[in-house]
């Protein structure tokens, strides 16, 4: 009988911890570097953004909170960081999770704190969103990991207030445009557009229409990508899926459609990023918009599965990207 719930207790704890996991894939996995064309000193810093990030997500909400932990959200940070007048710098200490080995960290910083705070509001979203949405093993897991969620968006919705009510708006606009079955591709786009223009936006005051205008490119390209990887799925389970609907169901005219705008929206992203005012890390955010985002585009269109390695605490894995 012990052996039996063993068993069972180590299935729940792997179900929860995937759970967790793909909640924090919150912007889906595609805003990352490309590491064989980044210096070997960038991929340092990244790194050291990265475990920053990781150690901010743990001070402010706790080991949960780290393992939502996504490469998408070091690039948030890595631009606020980019755009204030000063930054604290690295330094090198050692991770709770891997006290071996010294690793370069980025030190605190407001633009973590922030990265830490939206991570948060993203994730609660997204396990509402999967408790609606997704099928039973997915649903179930939402449940449990609901109440840890809603208490980890309260803290960071205090922080962040007007953040928290336009995301929240944008997710209710983006289930009513699911319900509607909406057909355009612009409309079902919008929402997520919005969402990273809102989080772009708040990097820098004065530099705010092109943050905007990127974040909007940005997030109109994740959610194509995103509708455009789930085709074959969506098509199998019968989910929303406005390139389907727009196509008649026919993946693979729905695929090579939506190409144009998935290099008009990353051509945008591209121009609106050249008229910011960039003070530091500009080679790691050239990369990833100049190689890493062309890189995941290719993979998805040309139908590749990609391998989504589990972002674990201390810990820096991830597929060919980086």
Request: charged share 25%; hydrophobic share 40%; aromatic share 8%.
């Amino acid at each position: 009988m012990l052996q039996y719930l063993q068993i069972f207790h180590e299935w729940v704890c792997e179900i929860l911890y995937d759970g967790i996991v793909k909640m924090g894939d919150t912007m889906f996995g595609y805003v990352k570097v490309y590491q064989p064309e980044l210096k070997m000193g960038e991929f340092e810093q990244y790194r050291g953004a990265y475990c920053a990030l990781c150690r901010t997500l743990g001070k402010r909400y706790g080991i949960t909170a780290q393992m939502t932990l996504s490469y998408d959200m070091t690039f948030l940070a890595l631009l606020h960081m980019a755009l204030a007048d000063s930054c604290t710098g690295f330094a090198h200490g050692r991770c709770p999770y891997n006290p071996f080995k010294k690793r370069m960290c980025c030190k605190p910083s407001a633009a973590l704190d922030f990265a830490a705070d939206a991570a948060m509001l993203l994730v609660y979203h997204k396990t509402v969103d999967t408790i609606a949405d997704d099928r039973f093993v997915k649903r179930l897991t939402a449940r449990l990991l609901l109440p840890i969620m809603r208490r980890n968006r309260r803290r960071a919705a205090l922080r962040l207030p007007q953040l928290d009510e336009t995301l929240a708006a944008a997710m209710d606009a983006q289930r009513d445009l699911e319900q509607r079955a909406v057909s355009s591709i612009d409309q079902a786009a919008e929402p997520t557009a919005r969402m990273l223009a809102a989080l772009c936006a708040c990097a820098d005051e004065t530099q705010q229409p092109a943050l905007e205008r990127l974040g909007y490119c940005l997030g109109r390209w994740v959610y194509l990508m995103d509708a455009t990887e789930d085709l074959a799925e969506d098509l199998r389970n019968q989910s929303y899926n406005p390139l389907l609907i727009a196509h008649g169901g026919d993946v693979s005219a729905a695929r090579d459609a939506v190409t144009f705008s998935l290099n008009a929206s990353m051509a945008e992203c591209r121009a609106a990023y050249d008229a910011l005012n960039i003070r530091r890390f500009d080679g790691i955010l050239r990369n990833v918009m100049e190689w890493g985002m062309p890189h995941m585009q290719k993979q998805v269109l040309s139908g590749e599965k990609r391998t989504r390695a589990k972002h674990r605490s201390g810990g820096f894995q991830d597929e060919q990207s980086v």
